[in-house]
């Protein structure tokens, strides 16, 4: 079965861009969280959805956002991109809670210079 | 809210060797606990989870955790590490009323010949 699947996996924007990246979750998978992942701060919860519905949401700004579409797949936007935003995003799918694990993507990366 | 810590940054080891990579978590109630690895610009890969029963869990490539809730540990082993061993592994702590899993800021493991 097909694994979760992440677009594009490399990204290079420029600060004050938006960018929009893609998930898409195991076939079955409901639930859909992202991470961002830097040296510094290591993993940190995005958000989560599940059946289209944001479920829980971390500590960062507005700028960052998301949704799911009724397929499962997930987008999340970053507007007025920060150097700082700079990291490796990762989306993991799970059947419905992630109390018995999640399954990550491989990534996107995204520089912002 | 959940909470990992891994006290290790970094840990080196010879290959042959044996390895136990250290985790606590703070949580009231029973916690979910896992561990992930994650090779250089990949994602996380699950190794081996924990809900309940049998303290000592075996994962996939001849790891091993206990669960020991006196020490609100659950540490990772391997009896004799191989080179491809070498990566950043994560511990994390789920709950089951929430999909907020909390990563501890992961140990890397280096693999001396």
């Known amino acids: 079965k097909a694994g979760v699947t992440q677009t594009p996996r490399y990204l290079i924007k420029t600060r004050g861009q938006q960018v929009t990246l893609s998930c898409s979750p195991i076939?079955?998978?409901?639930?859909v969280s992202w991470y961002q992942q830097t040296p510094g701060q290591g993993l940190q919860f995005l958000f989560e959805?599940?059946?289209?519905?944001?479920?829980n949401k971390g500590n960062f700004p507005g700028r960052f956002s998301g949704r799911q579409f009724s397929n499962s797949r997930s987008e999340m936007n970053v507007s007025t991109l920060e150097l700082g935003d700079s990291a490796l995003y990762l989306c993991?799918?799970?059947?419905?809670?992630?109390?018995?694990?999640?399954?990550f993507g491989s990534g996107t990366r995204l520089t912002v210079v | 809210a959940q909470s990992v810590t891994q006290p290790d940054i970094h840990i080196t080891v010879s290959e042959g060797a044996s390895l136990e990579l250290r985790c606590n978590y703070s949580?009231?109630?029973?916690?979910?606990l896992f561990w992930y690895v994650q090779s250089p610009g990949q994602g996380l890969q699950l190794l081996l989870k924990?809900?309940?029963?049998?303290?000592l869990v075996q994962g996939i490539k001849g790891f091993e955790a206990e669960f020991k809730r006196s020490q609100s540990s659950f540490n990772l082993r391997k009896p004799s590490v191989h080179w491809s061993d070498a990566a950043e592994y994560f511990c994390?702590?789920?709950?089951?009323?929430?999909?907020?899993?909390?990563f501890g800021a992961g140990t890397r493991l280096t693999v001396k010949p």
């Open positions: 076939s079955g998978h409901r639930s």
């Open positions: 959805y599940f059946s289209e519905t944001q479920r």
């Open positions: 949580y009231g109630a029973t916690p979910y």
């Open positions: 994390a702590v789920g709950a089951l009323n929430n999909n907020d899993m909390r």
């Open positions: 993991a799918s799970s059947s419905g809670t992630g109390a018995y694990g999640y399954t």
């Open positions: 924990y809900f309940s029963g049998d303290t």
